[in-house]
């Protein structure tokens, strides 16, 4: 067990609906990190936030949307679903603001889009 | 933006032999370089990490070496193993705390 925790583990869902995936980071960890990794792919950078606030923005799409909470458990929303939105969602903490010291990341959530 | 490129994207080799992959990262503002290791359905676990003011780093099979002046890091693993067959990503990242930038991975494949 990492400390990083993702809910759910698997989910199936039609195309045009909504999905919240969860995350906890690990205790201590100010920092999540999503990212999204399609079949054979690699990592691709979605979102930062830090200790509430976002920090950094990658490559996501205007259908997703991400927050983290003052617990510093963070959401990350996907709306309006299509097939090439399925893929394995990781999360990833880190105590630094930079990521220094290295990621944490969760075991992931598999989205399928049928 | 950081851009991370990563060599090759497969590799072979026979079990004991040595496996490098080499990575190159553009922003010279980069200062920290980890190394993970995905096996099939697994989350990316770090294995080792090196810092910009240190030119190599080993752990027991394992060891890292940067060139900041080339703008190159790569990652060594001596004595391959089975179990040592898993995707290997590098990452870059500068001090301003900007995103992890991946490499598109290596997917090294020890024979026995």
């Known amino acids: 067990d990492s400390g990083v925790t993702q809910t759910p583990k698997h989910l199936i869902t039609a195309t045009g609906q909504r999905v919240t995936l969860r995350c906890s980071p690990r205790?201590?960890?100010?920092?999540v990190y999503w990212y999204q990794q399609s079949l054979d792919q690699g990592l691709q950078f979605l979102i930062q936030y830090y200790n509430g606030e976002e920090r950094a923005k990658g490559n996501i799409l205007e259908r997703f949307s991400a927050q983290q909470f003052p617990d510093l458990h963070s959401e990350l929303n996907l709306s309006s679903l299509e097939l090439g939105d399925s893929a394995l969602y990781f999360c990833?903490?880190?105590?630094?603001?930079?990521?220094?010291?290295?990621?944490?990341f969760g075991s992931g959530t598999r989205l399928t889009v049928v | 933006g950081e851009n991370v490129e990563q060599h090759p994207s497969t590799l072979s080799v026979q079990e004991g032999d040595s496996a490098v992959i080499k990575c190159t990262y553009s922003d010279s503002a980069s200062n920290y370089f980890p190394w993970y290791k995905q096996e099939l359905g697994k989350r990316p676990q770090l294995i080792i990490d090196?810092?910009?003011?240190?030119g190599e780093k080993k752990d027991q099979r394992i060891a890292v070496t940067l060139n900041k002046t080339a703008k190159h890091f790569s990652l060594h693993i001596t004595e391959t193993q089975p179990e040592d067959s898993a995707v290997y990503f590098c990452?870059?990242?500068?001090?301003?705390?900007?995103?992890?930038?991946f490499g598109p991975g290596t997917r090294l494949s020890v024979l026995p």
């Open positions: 090196i810092r910009s003011n240190v």
């Open positions: 990452a870059a990242i500068n001090s301003w705390g900007q995103n992890f930038v």
């Open positions: 990833a903490s880190s105590v630094a603001t930079d990521g220094a010291g290295g990621y944490t």
């Open positions: 205790s201590g960890d100010l920092s």
